[in-house]
Nanobody, 126 residues
């Protein structure tokens, strides 16, 4: 049974940094797309960044390029999201997601991912 457990959210002032972690279990962690998605109040869930576990290829939403970094520790089956230069617009619930995938071109659509964590709140104040 796939389980994803996020941690690391919190409140920070604009310009600050946070690091999110997602501990994965219950699957082999190979040939998976792992991703971070976020959902702000009243908005649709959107992709922040994804990584293909097989070769580490990453994709980022334009809004976070240059500020956020997705990474993984395959041995620990842990996914990370380093968030720097945070802005109030980054305020949202952040979710870790996983889906078995046979291409490094991970989907950017939340509905293509069937495994989700419980989410961790990130609040950025101005």
């Amino acid at each position: 049974q796939v389980q994803l457990v996020e941690s690391g959210g919190g409140s920070v002032q604009a310009g600050g940094s946070l690091r999110l972690s997602c501990a994965a279990s219950g699957f082999t962690y190979s040939n998976y797309c792992m991703g971070w998605f976020r959902q702000a109040a009243g908005k649709e869930r959107e992709r922040v960044a994804t990584i293909y576990t097989g070769d580490g290829i990453t994709y980022y939403a334009d809004s976070v390029k240059g500020r956020f970094t997705i990474s993984q520790d395959n041995a620990k089956k842990t996914l990370y999201l380093q968030m720097n230069s945070l802005k109030p617009d980054d305020t949202a619930m952040y979710y870790c997601a996983a889906e078995r995938w046979y291409s490094p071109s991970c989907s950017l659509h939340y509905y293509d991912y069937s495994h989700w964590g419980q989410g961790t709140q990130v609040t950025v104040s101005s």
